[in-house]
């Protein structure tokens, strides 16, 4: 009786209190009282018995006087009812309280699609959510987001804390009715809520640090500061957070806690602009062409406001090599603006965590120098441990590498640190795509759309596994009506709309979509890069315009030319002259530049793009008239790392492979790509 009466109590105090906001000494010394009580409680009542003269010891009572048996049927009564009671709020708790909330108050809606936190939270876990902008000029919106983002970014550096990234807290509101949904979905047990207001050059910020489990206020603070003061603020904020959930931090965590990046508040302010232009193209690739370069910009303008400024450098070299590897801006230019961005923020900071992770972009983007890039990764790792970013990296060099399970395990890894990260899902799809695990994928590629904030561009993706996976156009189709024509959507997938109709075999269609583009090139999944003229020429001559046709390979044949005197060493630029030729009717120099180009991106660099040049060279062969090397060549490609781009239902689809279609050769190599790739490159 006893201790289903404690129970009772401390159910109580721990459901109820908090709900007044009472403090948590309180309740932990309810349950301390509770469990010290149940021994002199267990004295008393084997030495005590109650009778209808009161209270006796048990020894002075005769035994036709007791009424032991009577009070044990009552207990028995009671101790069943407090029983049922008890197994009434198990039931509740699993099935009720657990029970995931929909979405009807603007936070995004727990689903087998979404991936959450498993078990209960850390105590020393949060999320910064957005802050609020209370500006009565909109364009102040870049201000509030950039707060959080440095609050953000000092706290991630904390190793004792688990912190969740950007991409996944930006979903949400400023101040979500149900915290406590938020919290699970992200897996955190506090949350970090927030205003800011910027009228000119004063600022008024107004914090809140909750315990979403109980609903609980670890932490608050209003701040009312000029601007050129603000940056002590967010250093203050970051150590108040830290101190509210108990982080141990060692010295060097607290002086970056403590580090201000710059005291120029006319620097500051173009640094936060620009990264509200790249936090843009970074969440969606489709968006990186348009939204770097104004970020680009003002990355530089904050650099010459503050030649001090190493964040800025590092945010400046990201942004380079960003646009060099998605734009894409296949350039010497661009990635000698990368790496001297780099090392001037390295110059200026040593440890700048930052810093060391464009430099591994700069090493795995710039030169698929893997080895270098991972050393700058662990160095990056040592002051950003809390970086999703990173961990998705790892994972993608690996895949580059050859190494399947590491890189499916690394970007599932990279989920439960960024769990809301549509990225992270989209490249664990990928993954899965690329070794022909196609109903894999498109599990993970729905779990994206359910966490992006853009699905419709995601889904265009998803539905290109489909076509890879069993050759049906009706998803794509769909995906790509839904797109806004004009939109930074449709304008990014207009290289998509050119597929389906090739696919469709509807010529006149594909062209309008490669004229419709003003993108001087488009990249395949794998990232090799073609310029868009070569696809309008391809357009123009199934459609029988063999004078157009012409003219279009005529041009890219100059422009990869003269390209080809200043970077002999581009694979690319090999790839598109020897398209040229072989439309140009030169089948010599066609498949000796094919041949080079394959030479220099082979499967043993890069098992992803090494595979996709195969896949090219087989074109070319097949452009030619040499339909037994195309067949070897597929045959090779097919045991890699090409899911995404080479399955049996693309050669059943693609017109490219009509020439083949009546070889028995072509047959074996459909039944070849039902296999999954297991292959281990480099190991």
């Given at each position: 009786?006893?201790?289903a ?25 309810i ?9 002199p ?26 009424i ?38 603007g936070?995004?809606?727990l ?10 939270a ?14 009565k ?35 949400y ?16 047990a506090?949350?970090l ?10 600022v008024h ?8 489990r ?113 734009a ?22 040593p440890?700048?965590g930052?810093?060391h992770?464009a ?21 990056a790792r ?91 156009l ?48 488009w ?15 391809w ?9 157009k ?12 030319s003269?390209?080809?005197?200043q ?13 040229a ?46 339909n ?20 049996p ?6 017109p490219?492979?009509?020439?083949l ?23």
């Amino acid at each position: 009786m006893y201790a289903a009466a404690a129970w009772l109590l401390v159910q109580v105090a721990t459901q109820v209190f908090p709900f007044f906001h009472a403090p948590e000494w309180i309740v932990r010394w309810i349950v301390v009282a509770a469990v010290a009580g149940l021994a002199p409680f267990i004295a008393f009542a084997w030495f005590y018995e109650f009778t209808p003269e009161g209270l006796k010891r048990q020894k002075d009572v005769e035994p036709d006087e007791s009424i032991v048996h009577l009070t044990a049927r009552r207990l028995d009564r009671w101790i069943i009812v407090l029983l049922g009671f008890i197994a009434l709020m198990l039931v509740v708790n699993v099935f009720v309280q657990r029970k995931p909330t929909a979405d009807t108050d603007g936070n995004p809606a727990l689903s087998d699609a979404a991936p959450t936190g498993s078990g209960p939270a850390p105590a020393k876990s949060i999320a910064v959510l957005p802050f609020e902008n209370l500006s009565k000029d909109e364009n102040n919106a870049y201000f509030a987001t950039g707060m959080q983002d440095e609050i953000l970014t000092r706290l991630a550096g904390i190793r004792d804390l688990k912190v969740i990234s950007r991409t996944s807290t930006a979903q949400y509101a400023s101040q979500p009715p149900n915290l406590k949904v938020v919290a699970e979905q992200l897996g955190v047990a506090t949350v970090l809520e927030g205003s800011v207001q910027k009228a000119g050059e004063q600022v008024h910020i107004n914090l809140q640090l909750i315990d979403a489990r109980n609903d609980s206020h670890l932490w608050a603070q209003s701040y009312n500061r000029d601007l050129k003061d603000i940056f002590a603020v967010e250093a203050e904020v970051a150590q108040n957070v830290a101190d509210a959930l108990k982080a141990q931090l060692v010295p060097t965590e607290a002086a970056r806690v403590a580090a201000v990046s710059t005291q120029n508040p006319v620097a500051y302010e173009l640094y936060l602009r620009a990264n509200s232009h790249a936090n843009r193209a970074y969440d969606q690739d489709v968006l990186v062409p348009s939204e770097l370069p104004p970020a680009i910009t003002l990355y530089q303008q904050a650099l010459g406001a503050d030649p001090q400024f190493a964040l800025a450098a590092a945010a400046l070299a990201r942004a380079h090599i960003t646009m060099f590897f998605n734009a894409p801006d296949r350039t010497e230019a661009r990635l000698t603006q990368a790496k001297a961005a780099a090392d001037r923020a390295l110059a200026l900071n040593p440890g700048l965590g930052e810093a060391h992770h464009a430099l591994a972009l700069y090493y795995y983007w710039g030169h698929r120098d893997y080895a270098a890039a991972v050393e700058q990764l662990q160095l990056a790792r040592q002051t950003l441990p809390n970086s999703g970013d990173v961990v998705i990296l790892l994972a993608a060099i690996a895949r580059r590498q050859g190494h399947g399970a590491e890189a499916i395990a690394g970007f599932q890894q990279a989920t439960l640190v960024d769990p809301r990260s549509a990225f992270a899902l989209d490249q664990l799809a990928f993954t899965y795509a690329a070794l022909r695990r196609y109903p894999e994928a498109d599990r993970a590629f729905a779990q994206a759309v359910a966490v992006t904030r853009d699905p419709k561009d995601e889904q265009v993706t998803q539905a290109l596994n489909t076509v890879a996976w069993k050759g049906d156009l009706a998803p794509l189709r769909a995906a790509l009506a839904a797109l806004e024509p004009g939109s930074d959507a449709y304008t990014g997938n207009l290289a998509s709309l050119f597929l389906l109709n090739w696919w469709s075999r509807d010529y006149a269609a594909a062209l309008s979509a490669g004229n419709t583009s003003t993108d001087n090139d488009w990249a395949d999944q794998a990232n090799i890069s073609l310029p868009r003229m070569l696809y309008v020429a391809w357009a123009r001559q199934a459609s029988g315009d063999a004078a157009k046709a012409t003219e279009a390979y005529l041009l890219v044949q100059k422009n990869a030319s003269a390209a080809l005197q200043q970077q002999p060493d581009v694979p690319e630029l090999h790839l598109a002259l020897a398209f040229a030729d072989a439309g140009l009717n030169l089948k010599e120099e066609a498949v000796s530049e094919g041949k080079r180009g394959a030479e220099l991106l082979p499967v043993s660099r890069d098992v992803l793009s090494g595979a996709a040049m195969q896949v090219y060279l087989a074109q070319i062969h097949v452009r030619v008239g040499d339909n037994n090397s195309a067949l070897e060549v597929l045959r090779s490609a097919m045991q890699q790392f090409s899911g995404q781009f080479l399955s049996p239902a693309l050669l059943k689809l693609d017109p490219n492979w009509d020439p083949l279609r009546n070889d028995p050769r072509f047959a074996q190599l459909l039944a070849l790509g039902d296999v999954p790739v297991e292959v281990k490159v480099g190991q």
